[in-house]
């Protein structure tokens, strides 16, 4: 063996180790990030109930509740105590600082009353979303203060704002809104970033996009082939990347002899890297981000999606999660799915001769790019 | 000047100030004369030619204010004295010590450009600059107080160059009281 | 055995082909992408009328969920949909809700409440929050019980529990803002101390206009504040029982002044400017024991120092390099890093309370603006730009700063505004007179 294959022999065994690892690291989260999910209601519930013991303490807190303002506020009477206004009041005096009311939790565990406890609704164990197959109707339409990857020019005056971009029809589904027909929609206008008052330009036209597209949208086009055997009828057993891994490992070595899973065989070729563009495409006008705190920004959690034929999510579920804590992962995951199921209400638009590629999803929301818009 | 505009009478207070800093800036372009006044204000002290405590009377409050000149103007962050304003301190300096009943309380103040922190520390820049030439030409360091408005009272209140300019000031206000 | 290593080789070749690109990988299993774009808007949320049994609750039922929609859509966060829009109402706290209905409008948010009034005459207020395209409730119902004049506050917490749920941070609404009250022209104004609720509503004043007071700021617990007052004719710190409303000078040391007053995490350390012979710098002082130290001693002028939430350091403006810039320094003294290098002026940095970011005012070419940038100086984003805006304070949570903006010319007036950390959202707050130098409390227990 001459130099250059020990050289190479060694860094492919580098590459395989890392393969190898990397694919483990990748997956070992999954078992355990779905329990932590569960223990969120914990934290909410710690955090809860914090306020509720204050009242106990309240003697010692001397600070807002003390009833000496209201005699030594100077100048003002105290005569619109009364009702006060939702409206923004003027100056007016009114009584100091609310008393604190006392916090408790509304569902004691015997009231027959609440008919919505938590465990009636979700699993305990997992957060999965169940979904009635209901039709939604088009969407209102949204304030403008909106930012989105590509900019969007102003929709036609008519057009109904909505995520999904439709022609005009006649009605038929959305008979139950009070809207008489369906109008065309057509996505909200938006920036790719936030302008603040400090960047604005003099004359800026308001939908001028202010940065490059870190990511333009790929051409439609069949993908290409770059494993083996991709036209083969694919297995559509669920699995680890660590199994993946294994499988590919014996079908590259045995010549693909090794693998005998059951399969349900797909009808159709694999969805083309333009079907899963489209798909991304309709998620992420519906993935927002917006409501989200700083540490929920952090987290890039993986979400499980399974769709009925005609592309409706009749199940969401949490699989994994990383870069963040409890309640920052749970609030992340929440807006994913979301996204999936607003954006999904009407199907998302797949091959349906593909079903059997896309009934499972593993969509992976990662909102690095979106921190600092 | 913008205020003028709103159609409002000039306070007493105005008109006192703006009639201060052209007596100010005339005292600095004419150092002899403010001399000649100072002679003739400490010969005819006591001879009634003007009402006592009047602006005529060399001795008055009033009179420093006008004819010495109670303030003196500063460049953009700083607080360095110009040529002309020391001329105006040395006519501070020797009125105070032709009066020694009357000790001075320095104010110093900035325009609005500024946050309102810095200026305070500013407006202490300038009026211990003030302080310490006073104290050089021999004011004695007890009858002096200094103390920092900041941006909190300009005289001038339009946001230009103009007003900005005579809020840049150290004011030194002269009474009979302790000044600590 | 070279046979076997090349076929092995090979083998891991096409393996690392497709492992590390697993979105073209064709093996079996579920469809996998990845989102790495979305978008940033509003969410759009319904709060109907909380439901009551009386017509004097119902009126309260009203008027607190008129708050909180106040509150949520007062962040630039949330949106909320009109009433006539609605297509199912909600009477009865306890049924169950018809998520589609709410679906139909896009609703993503819902929230439900009932007001009562109980046997004591005290209100009694019910809320949930539902995540509608999920079909399930967003935590738990909660109930709060409190004083019927207090009905503010309770809308105001149940924003925050509505705020935190859905965002996973904490709210901001149950909070208030203290402030100095201005009225008059710029040459003769009155200044004097005010508090308020964070949203403009209950003001109330804490000292008479006599003499001019500045910048005040709030103890960690909310329950004290420290301000300068030219009182006795030079500027002095003052502290402030907002309880009682009854006041004492710091004893700082005798003739010279004191200013810009900030309060450490623990509550008894302050952390302030000292004039002295033309000379300004930081000194620290324990307000319990009246001891004080000196934490600068350099000619130029130091002020507006800020304390890191932990009180393990402190940021300040210093213009020892010849203008005005940021500095960080150990918060019992010793040597201080620059940490603003952009082009301009730097003055009034204030940690904020999640530690990660320092707001500040910024002068440059001629304009004021109010931004934030990290503790190493990096990062720098502007938020806003006018003839004059300083002064920024946090909101309890870390997301909001609200600043002084005060306009150009004769009849320039100071009003409060705020801005969310990513420039969203800026908007005057409503405070009736004039307003400057706010200072946000923490959240009320």
Redesign the interface.
């Known amino acids: 063996?001459n130099t250059g294959q020990i050289i190479?022999?060694a860094g492919?065994?580098a590459?395989?180790g890392w393969?190898l690892f990397?694919?483990v690291f990748k997956s070992e989260p999954l078992p355990f990030e779905v329990t932590e999910v569960t223990a969120i209601?914990g934290d909410?519930?710690a955090?809860?109930v914090a306020?509720q013991s204050?009242p106990e303490t309240a003697v010692d807190?001397?600070?807002?509740?003390?009833p000496?303002?209201d005699d030594?506020?100077?100048?003002?009477g105290s005569g619109t105590?009364v009702?006060?206004e939702?409206a923004?009041?003027?100056?007016?005096?009114?009584?100091?600082?609310?008393?604190?009311?006392?916090?408790?939790?509304?569902?004691p565990p015997a009231d027959a009353?609440?008919?919505?406890e938590?465990p009636e609704?979700?699993p305990p164990s997992e957060d999965v979303?169940?979904?009635?197959p209901?039709v939604?109707?088009e969407?209102?339409p949204?304030?403008a203060?909106?930012?989105?990857?590509e900019p969007v020019a102003q929709p036609e005056p008519d057009a109904q704002i909505d995520d999904i971009v439709q022609p005009e029809t006649v009605p038929d589904e959305a008979a139950?809104?009070?809207r008489e027909e369906t109008d065309a929609t057509a996505p909200?206008e938006?920036t790719t970033e936030?302008?603040?008052?400090?960047?604005?330009p003099a004359q800026a036209a308001p939908s001028k996009s202010l940065r490059p597209q870190?990511?333009p949208e790929r051409p439609a086009e069949p993908?290409?082939v770059?494993?083996?055997?991709?036209q083969e009828p694919?297995?559509?057993?669920?699995?680890t990347?660590e199994s993946?891994?294994n499988?590919?490992?014996a079908e590259?070595?045995g010549g693909g002899g090794a693998s005998e899973?059951e399969?349900s065989t797909p009808s159709g070729p694999?969805?083309t890297?333009g079907e899963?563009d489209a798909?991304?495409v309709a998620?992420?006008?519906?993935?927002?981000?917006?409501?989200?705190?700083?540490?929920?920004l952090q987290v890039t959690v993986v979400v499980?999606v399974t769709l009925d034929a005609d592309g409706k999510p009749t199940s969401?579920q949490q699989l994994s999660a990383t870069g963040g804590s409890g309640?920052?992962v749970?609030?992340?995951y929440?807006a994913?799915?979301?996204?999936v199921?607003?954006c999904g209400?009407k199907g998302f638009d797949l091959p349906r001769d593909k079903y059997d590629?896309?009934r499972?999803?593993?969509?992976?929301?990662?909102?690095?790019?979106?921190r600092?818009? | 000047m913008?205020?003028k505009?709103?159609g409002k009478p000039m306070t007493y207070l105005?008109k006192t100030v703006i009639l201060c800093a052209g007596l100010a800036l005339a005292a600095c372009s004419n150092p002899d004369r403010l001399g000649g006044a100072g002679g003739a204000g400490a010969g005819g002290a006591g001879s009634g030619a003007y009402a006592p405590g009047s602006a005529q009377d060399p001795k008055s409050p009033l009179y420093f204010q006008q004819t010495v000149g109670d303030r003196v103007l500063f460049l953009v962050?700083q607080?360095n004295l110009s040529p002309e304003a020391q001329t105006t301190l040395d006519g501070q300096a020797q009125w105070l010590m032709a009066n020694p009943e009357f000790n001075a309380?320095i104010e110093g103040h900035a325009d609005?450009?500024?946050?309102?922190?810095?200026n305070?520390?500013?407006g202490?820049?300038r009026?211990?600059?003030v302080?310490?030439y006073l104290v050089s030409r021999g004011v004695a360091p007890n009858r002096l107080?200094?103390?920092?408005?900041g941006k909190?009272?300009?005289?001038?209140?339009?946001?230009e160059e103009a007003c900005y300019a005579k809020n840049r000031r150290a004011v030194t206000v002269v009474s009979v009281t302790p000044v600590? | 055995m070279?046979r076997q290593?090349l076929?092995?080789?090979?083998?891991?070749?096409?393996?690392?082909?497709?492992?590390?690109?697993?979105?073209?990988?064709?093996?079996?299993?579920?469809?996998?992408?990845?989102?790495?774009?979305?978008?940033?808007?509003?969410?759009?949320y319904a709060v109907p009328d909380f439901v009551a049994d009386t017509d004097a609750a119902a009126?309260l039922g009203r008027?607190i969920s008129?708050?909180i929609a106040?509150d949520l859509s007062g962040t630039?966060?949330?949106?909320e949909?009109p009433k006539d829009?609605f297509?199912s109402q909600i009477t009865s706290f306890?049924?169950?809700?018809q998520?589609?209905d709410w679906?139909?409008?896009?609703a993503?948010a819902l929230i439900t409440g009932a007001v009562s009034v109980d046997g004591n005459g005290r209100?009694v207020?019910?809320?949930?929050v539902y995540?509608v395209?999920?079909?399930?409730?967003?935590?738990?119902?909660?109930?709060?019980?409190?004083?019927q004049?207090?009905?503010?506050?309770?809308a105001h917490?149940v924003a925050d529990?509505v705020y935190?749920?859905?965002?996973?941070?904490g709210g901001y609404f149950d909070s208030?803002v203290v402030f100095v009250?201005e009225t008059g022209?710029?040459?003769q104004?009155a200044?004097r101390l005010a508090i308020m609720d964070y949203?403009?509503?209950?003001?109330?004043?804490?000292?008479?206009s006599s003499s001019?007071v500045?910048?005040p700021r709030f103890s960690p617990?909310?329950?004290?504040i420290l301000y300068t007052s030219?009182e006795t004719?030079?500027?002095r710190i003052y502290e402030l029982?907002?309880?009682?409303?009854t006041r004492r000078v710091l004893p700082t040391q005798a003739?010279t002044?004191s200013?810009?007053p900030r309060f450490g995490p623990d509550g008894q350390t302050v952390v302030y400017?000292q004039?002295q012979?033309?000379?300004?710098d930081l000194f620290s002082m324990n307000i319990a024991t009246g001891a004080s130290n000196r934490l600068t001693s350099a000619p130029s002028?130091e002020?507006?120092p800020s304390f890191s939430p932990d009180g393990s350091q402190i940021v300040f403006?210093s213009?020892r390099s010849g203008?005005?810039q940021l500095y960080v320094m150990p918060s019992g003294g010793g040597e201080a890093r620059r940490i603003s290098f952009g082009q301009g002026?730097y003055?009034?940095p204030v940690w904020s309370p999640?530690g990660d970011l320092v707001a500040f005012?910024k002068?440059s070419k001629g304009r004021f603006?109010i931004?934030v940038m990290r503790l190493d100086g990096s990062?720098e984003?502007?938020?806003?730009?006018?003839?004059?805006d300083?002064?920024p304070t946090w909101s309890p949570n870390?997301?909001v700063i609200m600043f002084t903006r005060?306009t150009?010319?004769?009849?320039?007036k100071a009003s409060l505004y705020s801005?969310d950390i990513?420039?969203?959202?800026?908007k005057p707050v409503?405070?009736?007179?004039g307003a400057s130098?706010p200072a946000w409390s923490p959240l009320?227990?």
């Open positions: 063996m190479s022999g492919h065994l590459l395989i393969a990397g694919g209601s909410e519930y955090a809860l306020p204050a807190v001397t600070s807002p509740e003390a000496d303002i030594s506020a100077p100048d003002l105590d009702q006060p939702v923004q009041p003027d100056v007016a005096a009114t009584p100091p600082p609310d008393e604190r009311p006392e916090v408790t939790e509304v569902m009353e609440v008919s919505d938590p609704i979700t979303a169940v979904l009635a209901e939604a109707p969407a209102q949204r304030e203060d909106r930012v989105a990857p139950e809104t009070p909200e938006a936030i302008v603040t008052e400090a960047e604005e870190t990511r993908e290409p770059e494993t083996a055997q991709p694919a297995e559509t057993e669920t699995q990347d993946a891994v499988d590919a490992l590259a070595l899973t399969t694999p969805l890297r899963k798909l991304r998620v992420k006008q519906c993935w927002n981000v917006g409501s989200l705190s700083t540490d929920a499980g969401i309640g920052a749970s609030k992340a929440e994913a799915r979301r996204a199921l607003r209400a590629h896309w499972d999803i593993e969509m992976t929301f990662n909102p690095e790019k979106m600092i818009k | 913008k205020h505009e709103r105005s962050d607080s309380v609005e450009q500024g946050t309102r922190e810095y305070v520390g500013l202490a820049r009026s211990n600059a302080q310490e107080k200094v103390v920092s408005y909190e009272r300009p005289i001038e209140i339009c946001s600590s | 070279m290593f076929t092995l080789l090979t083998a891991a070749t096409l393996l690392a082909a497709s492992v590390t690109t697993p979105v073209v990988a064709q093996s079996p299993g579920p469809l996998r992408i990845e989102i790495d774009e979305g978008v940033i808007e509003p969410l759009p009126e008027n008129r708050v106040a630039g966060l949330f949106r949909l829009a297509i306890a049924s169950p809700v998520y589609a679906k139909a409008i896009n993503q209100l207020v019910q809320f949930r995540d395209f999920a079909g399930q409730e967003l935590g738990q119902g909660l109930q709060l019980t409190g004083t004049d207090g009905w503010r506050r309770m917490k529990q935190s749920r859905i965002t996973g941070e208030r009250a022209p710029k040459d104004r200044k949203d403009g509503a209950n003001v109330k004043y804490l000292t008479d001019i500045l910048a617990k909310g329950d004290r030219y004719g030079e500027p029982n907002i309880g009682s409303v003739g002044m200013f810009a400017s004039a012979g033309g000379n300004t002028i002020t507006a403006e213009d203008s005005p002026r003055g009034t999640r005012t002068q603006h931004g990062e984003r502007l938020l806003t730009a006018s003839f004059l300083e002064g870390g997301r005060e150009q010319g004769a009849s320039g801005v990513s420039g969203r959202n800026l409503q405070t009736g007179t130098d009320q227990q």
